[in-house]
């Protein structure tokens, strides 16, 4: 084997594979890129053996190779030169041999051939949507997904295909996304789960244009240009998130997202360390927050305005999560909809995107008197 | 007590003093600001009771107060709060009371005559030096503190006033950095040595203009505009390092600083976990850099052009030592003066600055074969 590069070229592919490297891993291998070189094209792969990634740039070489590369100290190495064109060679005492113009460092490999993969891929179904909105979709939903390993399906994000729309959820049982593509059809019924840290990921690593979904009942696979991300699915029941969603909740709060969420960066400082209980008092025209530390001797009051249809209520809200939650909402103004203080809440943008719905529903927390 | 504060100019004060106050301390009152009004100045003043540090902003007040006030909740309150004037005042339950146009925050207070204070600073001489000059000496010196208890004068920077220069040496055995200022006279000979972190601390602080520099045999104070910070000296033998400072290195290499830094970011990648032992290998116009890790089959080399006068010569170094002292010359061209394989290894700046003299010494390794 023998190509030439170009330094910058070559890190960013590895910048994009790397993050898939697992940090330790009981199988050394997987600590590895597999390199191979074939129609003049040098693609980089790596797994955990949960997600797989591979990415290419062309080059020129009328051999074949692949060959198993740590993948840590490589990425480090071409990272640290400059922007240059550089050759990459194989030796015969089985190391890689990275040549610069006043430099030369060699690096042990391994045999491809003993290099995991994931099973073969087969889909089943197959749509294209635009970068953006699966960007979207898998940021916000991921905001909700559980880090609590007790229910597995809960720690991923459930992408459900309908007839009439594409909608995607997650849920740690405190509070509940749901966000609905109304334009696009789907030619099959079927639910899907995603697991969190393959949306975190692969959210990172799209840029541009559209972006290519096939699924079969165990994997899921996303490509763009020359990337293509694999993932295992979590192959269990997701929960009927339905039922949870209340429809009678009449009491409309309306207020500024950028001031509320300023006010609650201020007032969490004041909550429980506990309890992170933040206590919202609704009138007609305003909306007072207020918190208590009792262990510190330390509390806060502040006051925003807001347009309130209902019952004057009080309501406590976990501030933690009432903050994370009003971060998905994309409008300048928020709209809570209440039930009453045990109920869950519903939190909506003022106005919907075109072909869009989200909802965000929160639980509420019981009321220190 | 009640005052009017602008948050931005509030916070200004508190960013500085809360760099004080310890991560967590047996005694909980000093993780509080002792926040005191006299003569229209609210000081705020903070120590961990081995440094302290106060400061001032004016403000209106006929009253006299002091309180101690937990140091981050107040700090954070302040931080989340946007430009504006804000009222401050104690309420008679005890508690500190911030009042915005919209909120009101409050924190429990302790009664001011509990804080601790260093003992009373009896000066026994000082001088006034530029910020900037103080700032190199420090920042130069502290490259080069020992991180090791064992010895606990290494622990600190050596501050030493003869009559004609003012001197600061670091080491921890591995290194060492002395750094003259040849145009300062003193009317005394005196050695003190400052702590490691009161150096750290107050290099930070530090802005413009002039500081002047007082101490006695246990303290050293350093005053700027309405900043007064004390240390407590470390009262203990400096070694006698100038009998580590060989004379006749009279192997003499230059070379590039940029280029010989950026060759051992690359090269240290290669160096072996345990020793990060990095070979120079120097002939008259080449200086080859190579390092080998054993275990994982890597190795890497790498060559710059050199002036070198001198015996033909390899020798060792740790790579992370030779990469922080490099730092240290503030010239393009660094001057190495080697005497042999196993003797003290002297740095220099290929031009001294004005009044100035600077030199770095560093121990080499013993050469793997």
Redesign the interface.
């Known amino acids: 084997m023998e190509i030439k590069v170009n330094t910058q070229e070559f890190e960013k592919v590895l910048n994009q594979v790397v993050s898939i490297i697992p940090a330790r891993s009981p199988m050394p291998i997987l600590e590895h890129f597999l390199l191979s070189i074939k129609d003049n094209m040098l693609s980089v792969y790596a797994t955990d053996m949960q997600i797989a990634l591979q990415t290419s740039i062309p080059v020129i070489s009328a051999q074949e190779t692949s060959i198993a590369v ?1 993948a840590r ?1 490589l990425h ?2 071409i990272k ?3 922007d240059t064109d550089i050759k990459i060679s194989t030796d015969k005492d089985q ?1 890689i041999k990275v040549t ?1 113009d ?7 490999y391994l045999e491809a051939a003993d290099f995991p993969h994931l099973p073969a891929f087969q889909e089943i179904y197959n749509f294209t949507i635009s970068t953006e909105r699966l960007k979207k979709a898998f940021d916000t939903a991921n905001s909700a997904v559980s880090k609590e390993e007790a229910r597995i399906s809960m720690t991923g994000v459930l992408m459900e295909l309908k007839t009439d729309e594409l909608r995607f959820v997650a849920t740690d049982a405190h509070r509940l996304v749901k966000l609905s593509y109304l334009d696009i059809q789907n030619t099959i019924e079927k639910k899907i789960i995603i697991p969190g840290r393959a949306v975190q990921v692969v959210s990172k690593m799209l840029t541009d244009s559209d972006v290519r979904v096939s699924f079969n009942d165990s994997q899921i696979r996303l490509e763009q240009g020359s990337i293509v991300f694999v993932s295992r699915l979590i192959e269990d029941q997701y929960p009927n998130y339905e039922s949870v969603i209340p429809l009678e909740n009449d009491n409309i709060l309306e207020t500024s997202k950028e001031e509320l969420s ?2 609650l ?2 007032i969490s ?2 909550t429980s360390t506990q309890t992170k209980q933040v206590k919202f008092s609704i009138t007609k025209d305003i909306l007072s927050l207020s918190a208590e530390n009792i262990d ?9 305005l807001c347009d309130y249809q209902g019952t004057p209520m009080d309501i406590a809200f976990n501030s933690t999560y009432v903050s994370e939650v009003i971060r998905i909402i994309g409008t300048d103004r928020v709209i809570f909809k209440l039930n009453n203080p045990t109920r869950a809440c519903l939190l909506e943008p003022n106005i919907q995107e075109e072909n869009e719905n989200l909802l965000v529903l929160i639980m509420p927390m019981r009321l220190n008197t």
């Open positions: 740590p100290l480090d190495t640290s030169l400059t190391k610069t006043t430099g030369v460092f060699k690096i042990s300023s006010v960066k201020r400082l004041f510190l001797g330390s509390e806060a009051n502040e006051k925003i």
